[in-house]
DNA sequence: GTGAAAGCGCTAACAA
DNA sequence: TTGTTAGCGCTTTCAC
């Protein structure tokens, strides 16, 4: 009645649905039917299909199902790299998003490389997932379009995005704007940047930098670029080094629009050490809202993109493309807010 | 020659490793050889059908391998949240590892719940993943040993872990002894540890809480349980309010262990606040090393775990429970250091 | 070295 | 309401 399976090494029996079935002497069928909860099933049958199941401890083998369903239930969730709190905490909402619609998440880490990026949106197998969303750090644009296999796939952040993928950010330029409007209506003038990269900028730090000059020109500040304090990588630890290099120089400053929470974190570490006051001195706003921004001491004011929302949209649009939907790429913008706390009030 | 695939409403074309024997005018055997790199094929077979492969574009379905197969080359990846940054840094880690060896990632949630972790342990369906890497919160040992399917389990953390289950940890008791240690080294006399749960202690704080009492008995100082301050939640902000209640109440310390470096990070916040220095006043040690923990002003010391040891154990163990190893469980201790920064130097 | 064919475990169209 | 059966796409003996 149950077969031995001699898998890989492996010799576990593995109970098959005709297994119960030829308990419970009926069909194939029946079981199936009693499973997936049909509707038309005598009580008599569902009881006796059960009690087989319960016997045998059955548990349906999923590959089987998806080999004839063609669908998988997983979706793949890739980006750089899960230990950054902004991905960590947007993994959190998107697989909990996900859940509810009976998705399961796949990791895929792409290191910020081009490798990496490449694997996901072109993988050399099919039917491993239903869709992908995906945020590049580093692909282009033309390199998503072409490399693009016809998976479903949304693009989330700043970064390259074809007209003919689906897409959804928040404005980044807007809030950049606004952040740097907060500080300069708080009475600060000389207003540097931190935290962008130094050699190939991406997207993210060029519309973030965008809205800071749009918001400087606006008040008639002129902008300076001994302000712009670029940082190696994206890390607390390089934005703390461009600060203190910059303060080394001599620069002065009374305001800093982080690239994101973790430049913003180490630019409060880099002006504590000088004994420099936050937000006396030195007002500083952040990006992303990570946890940890609520519990820095000073505490960080920063631009807080509605997550939640983004894994919404995404998800909604994934599905769409998943039941068939095959028009042009929708551009979505969701919701931030300027989330004002100690280091920026 | 490409069959329409009418699926969930997609009608999408698919090309079959048979649609690629057909052009090539050979057998899927032969189509499969090529894609599998088997040794005995002639050249021109090789390059015949790795030409229709490119001209059609051909992705092998892994769903179809897998079913007969039998192996899906995923492994899950169970913890309670991963935003918290101890186990986003150990999800990197683990994904690494595993994606070194072939296995991709699923990340499952549990929230901390008792549902979510049965349902971590007893999946009512099979053949999803090749195995299970799981760090329980409040299950107990009994009930993981009683849900237990026979899929190839490993069990992280202090937490529950039945003689029969394959489990990873450091000596968390050992751990909290050394930081314990290193502070009454440095002359702290009046320690109190910070962030264990208020109502349900969970494994982990009771071993670290041990330890600490036993470094504490050692050093011949009285237990003073005032010095006791307990979380709501594992979080910086419930430590925060924690050790301010402390110093409301006019408890006085110079040194804190903390249950974690999220703790730590609330610990420092709430002493910043008072004005009181650290290290000077109250010298402060986390747990973890998660990355911010460098980054704190003053920077923390912590307790370390060698977390990608700790990856290589698990899944040194899972894939011999994959292979077929059948044997007891092996409970495994990996290596941890003590790591000196700022806060406890 | 290559081809033919039998499944892997399940679903669903069609019959009964 | 339940049973029969033909695949889903691939791997893998076993012939040739």
Redesign the interface.
């Given at each position: 009645m149950v077969r031995a399976?001699p898998?890989?090494?492996?010799?576990?029996s593995?109970v098959r649905m005709e297994d119960v079935a030829k308990l419970a002497g009926v069909s194939m069928k029946s079981v199936s039917n009693v499973i997936h909860n049909y509707a038309h099933v005598s009580v008599g049958m569902r009881t006796r299909v059960q009690q087989a199941i319960d016997e045998l401890g059955y548990?349906?083998?999923?590959?089987?199902r998806?080999?004839v369903?063609?669908?998988?239930g997983?979706l793949t969730l890739a980006f750089s790299?899960?230990?950054l709190?902004y991905?960590?905490?947007l993994?959190?909402v998107v697989?909990?998003e996900a859940?509810r619609r009976g998705y399961?998440?796949?990791?895929?880490?792409t290191d910020g490389t081009l490798e990496g990026e490449r694997a996901v949106v072109s993988?050399?197998?099919?039917?491993?997932v239903d869709g992908v969303i995906f945020q590049p750090s580093i692909m282009s644009t033309i390199e998503i379009a072409q490399h693009r296999?016809?998976d479903p796939l949304v693009l989330l952040g700043e970064g390259a995005a074809p007209l003919s993928v689906d897409h959804v950010m928040i404005d980044n330029t807007g809030a950049a704007e606004d952040a740097t409007s907060h500080l300069i209506s708080s009475g600060r003038r000389r207003i540097g940047f931190v935290g962008q990269e130094d050699i190939k900028q991406s997207a993210t730090s060029s519309q973030r930098l965008i809205g800071y000059q749009q918001a400087l020109e606006r008040a008639g500040i002129r902008v300076d670029s001994s302000l712009l304090m670029a940082s190696h990588a994206i890390?607390?630890?390089d934005a703390?080094v461009a600060v203190s290099r910059a303060l080394d120089r001599g620069v002065k400053f009374d305001g800093l629009v982080c690239r994101d929470d973790?430049a913003a974190?180490?630019a409060?570490?880099a002006l504590?050490?000088r004994g420099l006051s936050v937000p006396g001195d030195v007002a500083v706003i952040g990006w992303d809202n990570i946890?940890?921004a609520?519990?820095?001491?000073p505490s960080l004011s920063t631009v807080a993109p509605d997550t939640k929302q983004l894994a919404v949209v995404a998800l909604d649009m994934l599905e769409e493309r998943?039941?068939?939907y095959a028009g042009l790429g929708r551009h979505r913008l969701v919701d931030y807010a300027l989330v004002l706390r100690e280091s920026a009030p």
């Open positions: 399976r898998e890989a090494g492996r010799d576990v593995v548990r349906p083998n999923v590959l089987g998806r080999l369903t063609g669908r998988t997983m790299d899960v230990s709190p991905f960590s905490e993994a959190r697989s909990s859940g399961r998440l796949l990791l895929e880490q993988s050399s197998e099919s039917g491993l296999q016809d890390s607390s630890q703390a973790l974190i180490g409060l570490r504590q050490e946890a940890m609520a519990c820095t001491y998943i039941a068939g």
